[in-house]
């Protein structure tokens, strides 16, 4: 990988690693665009302010978008969550092999 290439995935992965930034963005992927307060509750136990800051980060990333209905992802955002979702079943067998590794010690 480039040093251009790693610089591109570490400026994702700080604007990803942004509290509540991930579930901001998985609270969308179902394409529905959600209010403000929708979208508050989908995320769970993120504050006004946050989520405001996040919206704004997310926004000028170019990964969200508000429009009368309320907020959604961008084209690019969708992109992004649908190369997330491979991580859903590498997650779940994950969690699998290390509670067996905890029973068998």
Known sequence: MS???NAATHQLLALLEA???????WAL?????????????????????????RIKELREAGL???NGDGY???????????RLADLQPFAA???????KKKQQT
């Open 19 to 25: 509290r509540y930034a991930m579930r901001v963005l």
């Open 72 to 82: 959604s992802v961008t084209s690019s955002g969708t992109d992004l969550l649908k």
């Open 3 to 5: 040093s251009r290439e």
């Open 64 to 66: 969200m978008q508000h």
């Open 29 to 53: 992927r179902d394409g529905h665009p959600q209010t403000f307060r929708l979208l508050q509750d989908s995320v769970g136990g993120i504050t006004p302010n946050t989520l405001n800051t």
């Open 93 to 99: 067998k994950w969690v699998a092999s290390q509670a």
